[in-house]
């Protein structure tokens, strides 16, 4: 299982790089990464929210497969934009409404090295959206207003403390 890190990390804020080599090393890793996903309840996993500051990630939405991104990249969005509640497993316990564009288009490659397109929409595109955020160093809180985000820190912090 891969460490999780958490709001106040420092790779959580770095841009990552573009993956140029496709191998076993990359395969292993998206592999741990869906586990460790799994593991912890989420629908989606960024490289940096383990520590790597390479551009991928993975996600599981509800009535779909498993699917791992390499080197994404959002290349149209709607116009139509709907409010959501998000989460995150590096701000564990805490959500807030975030407003992000009902539908996508992203290209990236496949563990092979083969590039793709798709389209997404509802649940797939907003984790797509929140994912790649993480390859920026953009958290969900970000899209906040000002307040609205020193509440949801201020809570996740509470919870923290009676954690630790």
């Known amino acids: 299982m891969l460490n999780i890190l958490t709001l106040g990390d420092d790779v959580l804020r770095k841009?990552?790089?573009?993956?140029?080599?496709?191998?076993?090393?990359?395969e292993d890793l998206a592999v741990?990464?869906?586990?460790?996903?799994?593991?912890?309840?989420?629908?989606?996993l960024a490289g940096p929210q383990v520590g790597v500051e390479k551009r991928l990630f993975v996600c599981h939405v509800?009535?779909?497969?498993?699917?791992?991104?390499?080197?994404?990249?959002?290349?149209?969005t709607?116009?139509?934009?709907?409010?959501?509640?998000?989460g995150c497993l590096s701000i564990p316990g805490v959500y807030s409404d975030v407003v992000r564009p009902k539908s996508?288009?992203?290209?990236?490659?496949?563990?092979?090295?083969?590039?793709f397109k798709m389209e997404a929409e509802g649940l797939l595109a907003r984790v797509i959206q929140h994912e790649m955020d993480h390859l920026k160093g953009v958290l969900f809180i970000d899209h906040l207003s000002e307040k609205k985000r020193q509440r949801v820190v201020s809570l996740y912090e509470k919870r923290?403390?009676?954690v630790s």
């Open 15 to 26: 841009k990552c790089a573009t993956i140029a080599i496709f191998d076993k090393k990359l």
């Open 32 to 44: 741990a990464m869906i586990d460790s996903m799994h593991a912890n309840d989420g629908i989606g």
């Open 160 to 162: 923290q403390s009676k």
């Open 104 to 115: 996508i288009t992203l290209q990236a490659w496949t563990l092979e090295g083969k590039p």
């Open 62 to 76: 509800p009535d779909d497969e498993p699917r791992i991104f390499i080197n994404p990249d959002i290349i149209g």
């Open 78 to 86: 709607s116009q139509e934009t709907l409010p959501y509640e998000e």
